[in-house]
Every structure is written in C-alpha cells, then in structure tokens.
Nanobody, 120 residues
Framework: QVQLVESGGGLVQAGGSLRLSCAASGRTFSSYGMGWFRQAPGKEREFVATISWSGGSTKYADSVKGRFTISRDNAKNMVYLQMNSLKPEDTAVYYC?????????????WGQGTQVTVSS
C-alpha cells in the first residue's frame, strides 16, 4: 500500500516556475515507479512525466520536455516535479501516481491532486 500527498501548487504568471512535491508513505516506496499526471477542466487526465524506481530512467510528455524535470529522493519518500517556463496551457490539477510496473492513467495509487494555475 502506498499513500500519496501532493503539495506545491499555486498561481503563477506565465514564464514562472513551481516545484511540486509528492510525499509517499510505505516502506516499499523505493520499489515503485512514480509519475505525474494532470487534468484540465473538461479534459481527460494526461501523462506528464514518469520516473523509474531507481531514478535512472525518466520519460516526459512532448508538451513539457525541456521545461519540466521529475526527480525522486528514496531516502525521504519524495517525488518532485520542477516546472519552469510555465504556460497558461499548463493550468490543471496535477496528480502524483505510483505503480510497481509502468505508471499510467490506470495505475493503482493516486494522490488527491494539487491545483496549478498559470496566468497570461
């Protein structure tokens, strides 16, 4: 079992930065792949970034490549999403997810989400 709690969302102007954090409970956190997903009003939840259990492998959606960076600290049971050069289209609720295999929109464990709003 893994419980996830996101934080760090807020209101930022276009071009600004935010750092999202995801705190995970559970002694086996380091064995889980982790990911960030987002859902804008009226749209389906979409993939943003994932990171392997070791942190050695990362993947990004094309829309955020070069602007967002996912990282993890297994000693602290934390996952982060550094978001730079934010755009109004990045506005969404951002969710942290965990899975023992590939992290997808069908993964088992989810946080409650944190709102990110980017003003133009």
């Amino acid at each position: 079992q893994v419980q996830l709690v996101e934080s760090g969302g807020g209101l930022v102007q276009a071009g600004g930065s935010l750092r999202l954090s995801c705190a995970a409970s559970g002694r086996t956190f380091s064995s889980y792949g982790m990911g960030w997903f987002r859902q804008a009003p009226g749209k389906e939840r979409e993939f943003v970034a994932t990171i392997s259990w070791s942190g050695g492998s990362t993947k990004y959606a094309d829309s955020v490549k070069g602007r967002f960076t996912i990282s993890r600290d297994n000693a602290k049971n934390m996952v982060y999403l550094q978001m730079n050069s934010l755009k109004p289209e990045d506005t969404a609720v951002y969710y942290c997810a965990a899975d023992r295999v590939e992290v997808t929109t069908s993964s088992t464990y989810w946080g409650q989400g944190t709102q990110v709003t980017v003003s133009s």
